[in-house]
């Protein structure tokens, strides 16, 4: 597996403050650039054929911010300079087919904001430093401003940047990127596992061993239902409005929260156990169109994100195998393949050798078999 995990995060909650006021009008100007650019690579592609990028964008951002967009001047450059850099980030992945193209967003739905330079970090307070205008001296002077955040845990390693980060309920956040990656690893197990994915059962593991989902969203359902019919029996715009879409969103944070919690756990047992860990790779966007709610209930794409980072943590060796290998049909056991076998076929006997299979189960042999064998299957 590739090292594509060179730093480490560290999450404080930002205390709630009059001052945090601040975040949300930077928050709002970003969502200005995001859009003034995105829209600028826009029209220089209809007019020549192909996108400006990055070291086109940050000097005419510069000329903005002289003439026609001085009001962006009391936000760090460096600030600014990120949102340019994360948009044509955005470009280089869709020209390599891993995402679409960037768009415009509303003021309230950009979330964050990266900070390399302009701050200092004490115990349990970040300064940051803005610029106001000062109206004696006529020019914009450095306005440095202490915020303070709950440090429950102290951060290793040098501080690469920091990010300031607004959640769905309006709360602040701040993240501390170190290159800090030292950790102790698990000890070795000499065990290998394949991994298959399921509605039914969220995984099952070629040693037999099934893991069921909670469902959080679907156990908070009639929660969820009931704060959406309190929202829409308010008047839109109007102070209890307010309240009532806070209270939902709250709810949907909850059930975010409570399965990433569970999938953290699940990830770090699964490390534990095992020296490989072996995925498949799943079209999910098609199979939200069949299956909707109960394939976002799950979120398998948002746990092998957190598999990969556990196994890079502790050493472990990850591998996903393509999404067109065969793996539900071919017998674990002689490799025929059972061209009959349908979704409602939970259990079924192999025609050639006469073997009996859990569906599941042999899936998840044949991918891990896929991976230590990398041959091409019979569809």
């Given at each position: ?12 909650k930002i205390r709630n403050h009059r001052k945090n006021k601040k975040f949300g009008n930077m928050m709002d100007d970003l969502a200005d650039v995001h859009n003034h ?259 976002s209930d799950l979120s398998f794409s948002q746990f092998v994100t957190i598999l990969e980072y556990k196994c890079f943590k502790h050493n472990r060796t990850f591998h ?60």
């Open positions: 597996m590739q090292n594509k995990h060179t730093c480490r995060t560290y999450k404080y650019f995105v829209r600028l690579e826009q029209r220089y592609y209809r007019i020549y054929g192909k996108y400006a990028g990055r070291y086109k964008l940050q000097p005419h951002l510069t000329k903005l911010l002289q003439t026609t967009k001085k009001h962006w001047a009391w936000i760090p450059r460096d600030t600014l300079d990120a949102v340019i850099i994360r948009i044509d980030t955005a470009y280089q992945r869709m020209f390599d087919g891993l995402g679409g193209r960037p768009k415009k967003k509303r003021k309230g739905k950009y979330r964050s904001a990266k900070f390399q330079s302009g701050y200092k970090l004490e115990n349990g307070r970040v300064r940051i430093s803005f610029k106001s205008w000062n109206a004696s001296k006529q020019k914009l002077v450095f306005d440095r401003i202490w915020f303070s955040f709950h440090q429950h845990r102290d951060w290793n390693g040098t501080v690469k940047y920091i990010q300031i980060l607004r959640d769905s309920v309006g709360e602040y956040w701040l993240y501390i990127v170190t290159d800090d990656t030292s950790t102790e690893p698990f000890a070795a197990t000499g065990e290998s596992v394949g991994i298959d994915f399921g509605l039914k059962t969220f995984l099952t593991l070629s040693n037999g061993e099934k893991i069921d989902s909670p469902e959080f969203l679907k156990q908070s359902l009639s929660k969820l239902r009931s704060a959406n019919k309190s929202v829409s029996r308010k008047q839109k715009g109007s102070n209890n409005w307010y309240r009532a879409v806070l209270e939902l969103v709250q709810l949907y944070r909850k059930v975010a929260n409570q399965r990433l919690d569970w999938q953290w756990k699940i990830a770090t047992k699964l490390c534990r156990k095992f020296d490989t860990l072996v995925t498949e790779t799943l079209n999910i966007e098609g199979m939200k169109r069949l299956w909707g709610r109960k394939v996903k195998i393509g999404q067109w290998t065969s793996t539900t049909k071919p017998c674990s056991d002689c490799g025929h393949s059972n061209k009959n076998l349908s979704l409602s076929d939970r259990q079924w006997i192999c025609s050639e050798c006469g073997s009996h299979h859990d569906r599941d189960i042999n899936a998840a042999i044949n991918i891990l078999r896929a991976a230590c064998y990398p041959v091409v299957e019979q569809m």
